[in-house]
Each structure stands twice: as C-alpha cells, then as structure tokens.
C-alpha cells in the first residue's frame, strides 16, 4: 500500500450528499475477482452518457460533459471533496479501489458512511471530515478559482489552503500510523514475519507429524 505523509492536489467538487457504494461503482463491475481496473467506471451512471458493462473500452463511451470529472478544468483531480455521507449503501471495498486507481489520494467530507470510511484507510486512502463551515467554503472557493489547490499534511493533520490557512483535522493514532507507513492488514502482518517463521518452525519441531499433512 502507497504511505500517505503529504499530499498536493488539484481538488474536484462533487456537490452531493448522501453518495451511496453503487453510484461510485455500479454493481455490474463487481464480477470481476481482481482487485485492479474500476478506475476507468468511478462514477459511471454520472461519468457516461450510455450504459457501460465490464471489459468495455472506455474510449468508446459517450461521456457526459456536465459531470465534474469530465470537464477539463478537473482534471488529474486527486482531491475529492463531497458531500454528508458519502459512501453510503453497501459494504463494496471495490468503492475505495474505484477511487484510488481513478487517481484520488484523499477525500474531503462532513462526515462518511462507517464500512466506507475504514475501508478507504485500508487502501491507502486518507477520508478527512471536517466541520460542514469548512465544506462550504471549501466548495465556493474550488468553484471560484481554476486550478485550486489543497495541501493535506497528514503527520501534522492539517489540510493546508493555497492562502496558507491550515484546518485541522482528527485521525485516530493507529490509522494515522498504517497510513503515513504504508501498512495495510497484509503489511501489518508481515512486519512479525521473523516471529511467525520461527513459531512455524518450533511448532513443527514439537510435533512433526503436522509437516506430512501440510505436504499433502
């Protein structure tokens, strides 16, 4: 998993509340058993025009122009910021991988659905919740100005504007420290390797007979 310190990036406005897991990435995409390639369907009801199925190139899609994401001013976005809710729904983990390998490093929020906001920790993304003020502002200033950009200092937990105003924000310690190291439940677990060997190696010192029925 990508360790998250500090990040800048272009932000996209996706002003609605209540985005639910099927809107972020519709259920038809969900048959596939990999964990790569739901970036090119983020959003897909909203990002196209036509209706899309897995496997199908994205180039021969209509896209929709009045979708934020399609239009030129946001893109190469990596900054989501949202609305109340967001992720709502079903308990999908591909939402965070549709998001991460469209290219989001962090979303912004007043708050987000339970499920949805763990698994985006453990996928390497950051979900900051910030006070609804700081949303509204946030969204008047994305719109106002072209090219705007956040900062968001994770180590310090701040989200840093182009004036230099810092907002901060909470993240528990744990999380905090999966993400700035890059550790995911995997990772977590390979980091007592050496342990794990030697427990293995013990065990099947103690009682050999374990080691016939792992070979069969």
């Known amino acids: 998993m990508e360790k998250f310190t500090l990040h800048k990036g272009l932000v996209a406005p996706l002003d609605r509340d209540n985005v639910d897991t099927d809107a972020i990435i519709p259920k038809q995409f969900l048959k596939s058993i990999k964990r790569s ?3 090119p369907n983020l959003f897909d009801e909203w990002r196209y025009l036509d209706h899309g199925e897995p496997g199908q190139d994205p180039a021969t899609r209509r896209a929709n122009p009045d979708f934020v994401l399609n239009q030129p001013r946001y893109k190469g976005a990596s900054v ?4 109340a809710n967001f992720g709502c729904g079903s ?3 591909h939402a965070p ?3 991460d390998q469209y290219g989001f490093r962090a979303l912004i929020a007043p708050s987000f659905a339970d499920i949805f906001f763990n698994n985006c920790f453990k996928n390497g993304l950051l979900p900051v919740v910030l006070p609804e003020s700081a949303i509204a502002q946030l969204f008047d200033e994305v719109k106002a100005f072209p090219g705007y950009q956040l900062v968001i200092d994770l180590p310090r937990q701040v989200v840093i504007k182009p004036d230099g105003a ?3 924000f909470e993240v528990q310690p744990f999380r905090k420290f999966c993400l700035t190291n890059g550790f995911d439940d995997i990772g977590l677990t390979l ?3 050496d342990k794990i060997k030697a427990f293995e190696t013990e065990r099947l010192a103690q009682k050999p007979w374990l080691n016939n029925r792992l070979i069969g």
């Open 80 to 83: 989501l910021l949202t609305r």
């Open 166 to 168: 810092e907002i901060p």
């Open 191 to 193: 980091r007592h390797s």
């Open 97 to 99: 991988w549709a998001l």
């Open 37 to 39: 390639g739901f970036g």
């Open 91 to 93: 308990s999908r983990e």
